[in-house]
């Protein structure tokens, strides 16, 4: 696990959308801290950081020690509102955790090496599912997870029975396929239908037909 985000923070007596809003205004980032029993806490960061620290971190699920005016909490980054169009961060979620009490989480699997089926086969690499829910300590939550595909080959698949990670139980149904080895596309030529070829019609040739048999009805 990366270490944990040293973060600021208030409590907002303002709550709802105009609560929000007053917050966007003044530069911080809304929030809400939910979860170990306790009642939702309207709180406010400051958006700067909180960006800066998000781009440096890497994996999923951040977790953050949490100052709200000499009140530390620790939290675990669950969600985010982003805005559709700008792409700014609206909303966060921060779930108050401990670090001694097991969580469930999601965390992305990352591939490792060159299966044999896309190497010597032409295949292609299919990531079917692209995380794996787990439960672990909040200290023992990686950034991802590696799987192995190198012995893969054309039309084999990875499934969550597969990947065994020391310390984490992974709740994924076991059957999940998580990535696949799917057969290279190759269009095929429409093959030519044996058999035996028409005389070419001549021009004409069916117009002095009738001609000839009105002049025989006529003998």
């Known amino acids: ?29 809304p ?6 029993g306790e009642e939702p806490m309207a709180v406010a960061v400051d958006y700067r950081e909180f960006m800066t620290q998000m781009r440096k971190h890497k994996g999923a699920n ?3 020690n949490l100052n709200l005016g000499g009140h530390e909490l620790t939290a675990l980054v669950r969600d985010a509102q982003i805005d559709p169009i700008s792409q700014a961060v609206l909303h966060v979620d921060f779930q ?10 999601e965390v992305p699997i990352h591939p490792v090496g060159v299966a ?3 190497k010597d086969g032409g295949g292609i690499l299919e990531m079917i599912h692209r995380t794996l ?25 990875l499934h969550v029975s597969d990947v065994k990670v020391e310390g984490i139980e992974i709740l994924s149904d076991p059957e999940t396929t998580l990535i696949l080895i799917a057969a290279p596309t190759v269009e095929e030529a429409a093959a ?15 117009g002095k037909k009738e001609e ?8």
């Open 1 to 29: 696990m990366s270490s944990v985000i040293q973060m600021n923070g208030t409590r907002r007596e303002s709550i709802g959308k105009g609560g929000a809003r007053k917050a966007r205004a003044a530069g911080q980032l």
């Open 31 to 36: 929030g809400v801290v939910y979860g170990h």
């Open 62 to 64: 951040p977790i953050v």
């Open 96 to 105: 108050h955790i401990s670090l001694t009490e097991k969580i469930t989480v």
């Open 116 to 118: 044999i089926g896309v």
């Open 133 to 157: 829910e787990i439960r672990c300590l909040p200290t023992a939550i990686p950034g991802s997870i590696d799987v192995d595909v190198t012995a893969l080959a054309v039309g084999q698949a």
């Open 192 to 206: 030519a239908v044996p058999g035996t070829t028409a005389e070419p019609e001549v021009v004409g040739a069916k």
């Open 212 to 219: 000839a048999a009105a002049e025989e009805k006529k003998k």
